[in-house]
């Protein structure tokens, strides 16, 4: 079964707003194994199943159908398979063409994949659906210390590599970006989150998500009894957010997805998590909540 589904609203670069679909399907554990996932809960043992992916998709579309009181197909469908999409393991073949038919009514396909799984697959794929492909990719920090020991096995070449790829072929790239990464001094987070932010844009990415590291996996709580952690804040991920917001070539937006666990003063954290939704679809600063209680602009 797929696990979840969530229609939202998402700026594009340009300023037009989609409908954006995502739906987060079950199959094959990625076979990296970076320090800060926690994407395995998502997975099965063993490959995925052939023809699972394309039943969940179908029984959510369906569903979809059902309650749609507008009976309009969204802009663009997300499919996130908590692995890599061109992945035979992952996502086989035969998926790879159910899919492909059951997204041809959407106008914008992202699916995502590490960097070292872009390639041939991916342009049969393009091929394959009417649709804008969009290949969704981590870069999660560009701090060289923090970088070599997430265990992700991505050097900053081959990200380059694979976003150059993409461009040569007209498919665009969407980066997530941590906020929070291991090893990085907690003094310097907000610095390397923006500077990986603009890495990317730099390299063409047209979305860019941050997002915060979330602690659970047991490896998360390790680093931290080590000294090497230490969970990001709200106040952290707003910064971020509004100072990405001068990469204007990118939409940048901050990762709300469990947004309640993020340490944050309880007074304004709702009123904070607000505007961070009203920035993620409009693009535009605003100025910050100011509380009385901690005292944090
Ligand atoms: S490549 Fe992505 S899905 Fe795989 S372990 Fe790393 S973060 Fe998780
Ligand atoms: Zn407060």
Not at 58 to 72: F, I, M, N, P
Request: with cysteine; aromatic share 6%; charged share 25%.
């Amino acid at each position: 079964m797929a696990h979840g589904s969530v229609l939202e609203d998402e700026r594009r670069p340009g300023g037009k707003v989609e409908r954006a679909l995502t739906v987060f399907l079950t199959g094959a554990e990625c076979p990296f194994t970076c320090s800060f996932c926690d994407l395995w809960q998502w997975t099965l043992d063993g490959p995925t199943p052939p023809g699972a992916l394309t039943r969940q998709l179908e029984s959510v579309l369906e569903a979809r159908d059902g309650q749609a009181r507008d009976g309009q197909t969204p802009d663009r469908l997300k499919l996130y398979n908590a692995s890599n999409f061109f992945d035979q393991r992952a996502v086989p073949s035969e998926d790879v063409l159910g899919i492909a038919k059951l997204a041809a009514p959407f106008a914008a396909i992202t699916v995502e994949s590490h960097a070292n799984t872009i390639g041939a697959k991916t342009l049969e794929f393009a091929r394959q659906i009417p649709g804008q492909l969009e290949v969704a990719v981590g870069l999660e920090t560009i701090h060289p210390a923090a970088a070599a020991q997430l265990n992700k096995r991505l050097d900053l070449a081959r990200f380059d590599t694979a976003a150059r790829f993409l461009s040569d072929n007209g498919i665009d790239l969407r980066v997530f970006v941590l906020l929070g990464a291991p090893y990085v001094p907690v003094d310097e987070t907000v610095g390397w989150t923006v500077r990986a932010v603009e890495y990317a844009v730099e390299r063409g990415a047209s979305v860019v998500s941050i997002i915060p590291v979330r602690g659970g996996n047991g490896e998360m709580e390790r680093l931290q009894g080590l000294g090497h952690f230490t969970p990001p804040t709200l106040l952290q991920l707003e910064e971020s957010l509004d100072l990405s917001l001068q990469f204007t070539k990118a939409v940048v937006t901050a990762d709300l997805w469990d947004v309640d666990r993020l340490p944050a003063c309880e007074h304004c954290r709702a009123e904070r998590v607000e505007r961070l939704r009203r920035v993620n679809v409009s693009g535009r600063s605003e100025s910050r909540v100011s509380c009385g209680s901690c005292g944090a602009e």
